[in-house]
């Protein structure tokens, strides 16, 4: 029988006692072997449960407080978002050749890295008590991975408890050896002076020693991508997709993908009462289907109502982690307009938390793969189908525009360029995942769509119009009801793409540019030439690993 917690007692219930001379946990010891943890000066807290975990942020980590919806509310210091210009891999003989190394992976030596993981060991070894975290990443039991994550906050833990998916405790007792480590010593700073560091930041992960180690950013964000990248090199050398996109699945099963940048409407889209969502960012598809890589969901919550996005709003209760939130000091509402601390507030919370989820979170293979554009300059047709090789160079360039009000510093439309729509997690090269991608939408006879919830009309610039979302909505249903797969097409210039003449509940003339176009025919003429010109710019970075098919299923200037 389990004793009650009596408040006057020492300790916390669960909590076990440093120094009990030979009582010492599996995982206690394997801290100790593999990472010289102390646990006889240090309290080690193995899988906390949620009401602990709470307990330990607002007793040991300041400013931490409870929302008034019951969410627990925290503050990651002066990091409020991932920090990639600091992110290294270390280059080693068993991954050199395969990583796409440049911008998005900078090479790290291995000597270096050993560096900074006893720094970070010697930092968490100072701390009266650890957390300790064992999930898995990937919803598929056939190709899971067993990561776990020690950190000296309880935040970081019950961060990271929302986004894996928890074990039973069956699974956790049969957990064994983790597949990945993390070590978030984020708290501490990186030696500035150490080889190689550009900053007091360093995000390092080591494929030959299975481990990641964080110095010096406490944005939990990081752990969460950290997990993404490793699955980004592990599941295609299993011969799995590794894709960063949403994904739900209608009423008679079948699955759609959606990819798009910040700005596009994929979390909007893709979060269809009709349909159940399978996941938010992060999936693999198998040979068997799709499956979730994540327990949980991280929402953005700037401007954040019940109104607009009711499931969101309501996902943020107890068990939910608030992330650089301002509160009102005496009612602790959240002020969801308030970025006094950043634009990039945040929510983490598991996904079973939404009402329409699907649980375990895996589906068939997908029926139609969305991509998801926000083009400013008026020249992309608001739904196009994609052929294979289209769908490659597309996916590689991963173009949407950040326009006015978006970041600071944006005074006129800006396009962006992010291979994958997820240039940051990539490890291998481009084309390897957008090969793969083609050849599993062949043998399963997927359709392509480039969706642009943009500007029609004309440029934003000059008087165009956003595309009313009712029509996105349409278009969306026709590509799930099969009916616009069905329909007639005609080709667009320059770019080659397949556009419908006819959309059940849509204008027919926006579903042309050049039709839909309320200036100058030249200007028109002028921006296609502009915006193609930038596709075929940004493609150079890629052309020297791009298949012919793919390079050829650009613009044609």
Request: proline letters at 6%.
């Amino acid at each position: 029988m389990t004793a009650g917690y009596r408040p006057a007692s020492p300790g916390r219930p669960g909590s076990s006692r440093p120094g009990s001379p030979g009582v010492h946990t599996k995982v206690e010891e394997d801290l100790h072997n593999m990472a010289g943890i102390d646990f006889d000066k240090v309290t080690i807290k193995h899988n906390p449960s949620v009401a602990v975990l709470y307990e330990e942020a607002l007793t040991h980590e300041e400013g931490t407080v409870i929302s008034s919806s019951g969410a627990l509310c925290s503050y990651s210091g002066k990091k409020t978002g991932r920090s990639p210009n600091d992110k290294r891999i270390v280059e080693e003989e068993e991954t050199r050749k395969d990583i796409w190394w440049g911008p998005v992976n900078t090479k790290m030596d291995e000597r270096v890295f050993l560096i900074n993981r006893e720094r970070a060991i010697d930092y968490l070894n100072t701390h009266p008590r650890l957390y300790v975290f064992d999930g898995y990443a990937g919803w598929d039991p056939k190709y899971r991975k067993k990561i776990r994550v020690i950190a000296s906050r309880a935040y970081h833990i019950l961060f990271m408890r929302n986004m894996l998916i928890r074990p039973t405790e069956q699974e956790l007792e049969d957990f064994g050896t983790p597949d990945f480590t993390i070590f978030n010593a984020g708290e501490f700073p990186a030696n500035r002076y150490t080889t190689g560091m550009t900053s007091t930041t360093s995000i390092s992960v080591n494929f030959k020693r299975h481990e990641m180690v964080i110095l010096g950013s406490e944005y939990a964000g990081e752990m969460k991508k950290g997990v993404f990248t490793v699955m980004h090199y592990l599941m295609p050398k299993a011969g799995v997709l590794s894709l960063h996109s949403s994904a739900n699945e209608g009423p008679d099963g079948d699955v759609s993908l959606f990819f798009g940048l910040s700005g596009t409407g994929k979390t909007t889209l893709s979060a269809d009462p009709k349909r159940r969502l399978i996941g938010d960012d992060e999936h693999c598809w198998s040979d068997t289907g799709i499956f979730n890589i994540e327990g949980g969901c991280y929402a953005k919550c700037i401007d954040l109502s019940a109104d607009k996005e009711p499931e969101i709003y309501n996902a943020i209760r107890f068990g939910s982690v608030l992330e650089n939130v301002v509160l009102n000091e005496d009612t602790r509402d959240v002020d969801y307009a308030d970025d006094f601390l950043t634009e990039n507030t945040r929510c983490a919370y598991p996904i079973d938390y939404i009402p329409n989820a699907k649980i375990p979170c895996m589906g068939g293979h997908p029926k139609n793969i969305i991509l998801l554009t926000c083009d400013a300059f008026g020249v992309i047709p608001p739904v196009s189908k994609l052929t294979p090789s289209q769908v490659m160079y597309h996916f590689i360039s991963g173009y949407t525009t950040k326009v006015a009000g978006t970041e600071d510093g944006i005074v006129e439309p800006t396009p962006t360029f992010s291979a994958c729509f997820g240039a940051p997690f990539l490890v291998l090269h481009p084309q390897k995942y957008a090969t793969m991608l083609a050849e599993k939408m062949s043998a399963h006879a997927a359709d392509a769509w480039l969706i642009n919830t943009g500007w029609v009309g004309n440029s934003a610039k000059n008087g165009g119009k956003r595309c009313p979302l009712k029509y996105t909505r349409a278009i969306l249903d026709a590509i799930h009801k099969g009916t616009l797969s069905q329909g007639e097409f005609e080709t667009y210039e320059i770019f080659g793409l397949s556009i419908p003449t006819s959309v059940e509940g849509v204008p027919d003339e926006i579903l042309h540019p050049k039709k839909a176009w309320q200036g100058n025919p030249e200007d028109f003429t002028s921006s296609l030439q502009n915006v193609a010109e930038m596709f075929v710019d940004n493609f150079k970075t890629f052309a020297d690993e791009a298949s012919p098919e793919t390079c050829n299923a650009g613009p044609q200037l």
